[in-house]
């Protein structure tokens, strides 16, 4: 890195070029000094070009700032794209163009080609690339927009590339990842490790890293659900739904359903502040709606790195082998304990189905809200301090049994939560 990046670096933060350069440094160490490094992407293989990874993740940064610039100015007078057909159209075009342009791909399967583009010459790359060039199309648009993507290992490395390289469980994924067009442009996405966030400096064109390390937190107060197709669901989902809506959160607290008709940035949203995303089956598409190699698979990847859960409600989405290029499935991803709330209405226990069902569920609840009830009740003794009362009108210290209520709670409170 010369003087003059040194110095960009220093005064912008770690772009995204620089933040992979310096992976491919610390892989470069671990395969010829024997070091081992914990946060080295193990996904990658010894026999992986992460040169090549890492011009054809440039590639994909370019398409998204071209896309990002196109979407906010829709509609504008002297734009090229003047309906959402025209931005969807052209931002396939870029995506494929920039992939090829990388000469690091050799097969592409976008959302938006009926079949596989095979590159079969001598810019052939060693990567098969899925993708989502645009998400939240509906017209009007969303205000937020998105990308998917997704980066697998050349199968067929002593023959010609074909179909075979992309119908593969979304497990194998080198590296996946999503991108988010709001009030600003960002990327999102995990090349085998952790999941890191790049949000676009338009004065210097350059994803700087602002979310390092993103988690998802193990519960959420939100779900996001299409809720004008519940009529048409599945009992267990009607069921699920209606659980959803009466039981508590982790924390005590009623959960809220927020819906906004696009993808990315639900399950960004979902990333960040924790909760589950939903698309069931239903009469319309008994087989949910979302595909599995570039909408489904790479979404799963990138939460499941972060510490989340992502189901069609029996099995995990990563462990599914694709049919087809277009292969849909149901959807649920998000927070670990709201996935468990969901999926357990779609398997039998000993105990029967659903959350309630379940002694461990009433377990962590009675826990969460015991804790939530002693957090209010040290709020208002300290309001009451304050006013000089001392303690609570009329909230007395009681005592049950010879035991202090304020230091027993639930007595469930302190099991061991599992």
């Given at each position: 890195?010369?003087?003059?990046?040194?110095?960009a670096?220093?005064?912008?933060?770690?772009?995204?070029?620089?933040?992979?350069?310096?992976?491919?440094?610390?892989?470069?160490?671990?395969?010829?000094?024997?070091?081992?490094?914990?946060?080295v992407?193990?996904?990658?293989s010894?026999?992986?070009?992460?040169s090549?990874?890492v011009?054809?993740?440039?590639?994909?940064?370019?398409?998204?700032?071209t896309?990002?610039?196109?979407?906010?100015r829709?509609?504008l007078?002297?734009?090229?794209?003047r309906?959402?057909?025209?931005?969807?159209?052209?931002?396939?075009?870029?995506w494929?163009r920039?992939?090829?342009?990388?000469?690091?791909?050799?097969?592409?399967?976008?959302?938006d080609?009926?079949?596989?583009?095979?590159?079969?010459?001598?810019?052939m790359?060693?990567?098969?690339?899925v993708?989502?060039?645009?998400?939240?199309?509906?017209?009007?648009?969303a205000?937020?927009?998105?990308?998917i993507?997704?980066?697998?290992?050349?199968?067929?490395?002593?023959?010609?590339?074909g179909?075979?390289?992309?119908?593969?469980?979304?497990?194998?994924?080198v590296?996946?990842?999503?991108?988010?067009?709001?009030?600003?442009t960002?990327?999102?996405?995990?090349?085998?490790?952790?999941v890191?966030?790049?949000?676009?400096?338009p004065?210097?064109?350059?994803?700087?890293?602002?979310?390092e390390?993103?988690?998802?937190?193990?519960?959420?107060?939100i779900?996001?659900?299409?809720?004008?197709?519940?009529?048409?669901?599945?009992?267990?989902?009607?069921?699920?739904?209606?659980?959803?809506?009466?039981?508590?959160?982790?924390?005590?607290?009623m959960?809220?359903?927020?819906y906004?008709?696009?993808?990315?940035?639900?399950?960004?949203?979902?990333?960040?502040?924790?909760?589950v995303?939903?698309?069931?089956?239903?009469?319309?598409?008994?087989?949910?709606?979302?595909?599995?190699l570039?909408?489904?698979g790479?979404?799963?990847?990138?939460?499941?790195?972060?510490?989340?859960q992502?189901?069609?409600?029996?099995?995990?989405?990563?462990?599914?082998?694709?049919?087809?290029?277009?292969?849909?499935?149901e959807?649920?991803m998000?927070s670990?304990?709201?996935?468990?709330?969901?999926?357990s209405?779609f398997?039998?226990?000993?105990?029967g189905?659903?959350?309630?069902?379940?002694p461990?569920?009433?377990?962590?609840?009675?826990?969460?809200?015991?804790?939530n009830?002693?957090?209010?009740?040290?709020?208002?003794?300290?309001?009451?301090?304050?006013?000089?009362?001392?303690?609570?009108?009329?909230?007395?210290?009681?005592m049950?049994?010879g035991?202090?209520?304020?230091?027993d709670?639930?007595?469930?409170?302190y099991?061991?939560?599992?």
């Amino acid at each position: 890195m010369d003087v003059t990046a040194q110095a960009a670096e220093g005064t912008s933060g770690t772009t995204l070029i620089s933040h992979l350069l310096e992976t491919l440094t610390k892989r470069s160490n671990y395969l010829e000094e024997g070091v081992i490094h914990t946060n080295v992407d193990s996904s990658v293989s010894d026999g992986d070009s992460l040169s090549d990874l890492v011009t054809l993740l440039s590639s994909i940064t370019l398409a998204v700032k071209t896309v990002g610039s196109m979407v906010r100015r829709l509609r504008l007078p002297g734009t090229e794209a003047r309906s959402v057909n025209d931005v969807n159209k052209i931002a396939n075009q870029t995506w494929i163009r920039e992939l090829i342009a990388s000469e690091a791909c050799c097969v592409l399967v976008s959302e938006d080609l009926p079949d596989p583009v095979v590159i079969d010459t001598p810019r052939m790359g060693n990567y098969a690339v899925v993708f989502d060039p645009l998400t939240g199309l509906a017209d009007p648009p969303a205000q937020d927009m998105g990308a998917i993507f997704g980066v697998f290992r050349q199968l067929t490395n002593e023959s010609k590339p074909g179909i075979e390289d992309v119908l593969q469980p979304a497990r194998n994924l080198v590296a996946a990842g999503y991108a988010v067009y709001g009030a600003a442009t960002m990327v999102v996405l995990s090349y085998g490790g952790a999941v890191h966030g790049f949000t676009l400096d338009p004065t210097l064109s350059e994803f700087i890293l602002t979310h390092e390390n993103m988690r998802v937190p193990y519960s959420g107060r939100i779900y996001a659900i299409n809720e004008g197709f519940a009529s048409t669901m599945d009992p267990k989902a009607q069921a699920m739904l209606r659980a959803l809506k009466d039981e508590p959160a982790l924390d005590g607290s009623m959960r809220t359903c927020r819906y906004i008709g696009s993808m990315v940035p639900e399950l960004h949203r979902t990333i960040i502040r924790g909760g589950v995303y939903i698309y069931p089956a239903h009469a319309e598409r008994p087989q949910g709606r979302l595909k599995l190699l570039y909408e489904a698979g790479p979404l799963a990847f990138i939460i499941e790195k972060a510490g989340g859960q992502a189901s069609t409600g029996t099995r995990a989405i990563l462990d599914i082998q694709p049919e087809s290029v277009h292969h849909r499935v149901e959807c649920y991803m998000g927070s670990e304990d709201d996935i468990n709330v969901c999926t357990s209405h779609f398997r039998t226990a000993p105990w029967g189905r659903g959350p309630s069902a379940d002694p461990m569920y009433s377990l962590r609840r009675s826990r969460s809200i015991d804790a939530n009830m002693r957090v209010s009740l040290e709020a208002g003794l300290d309001v009451a301090a304050r006013s000089g009362t001392g303690t609570l009108a009329g909230s007395p210290k009681t005592m049950t049994n010879g035991v202090d209520d304020e230091e027993d709670g639930f007595v469930c409170a302190y099991l061991p939560v599992i």
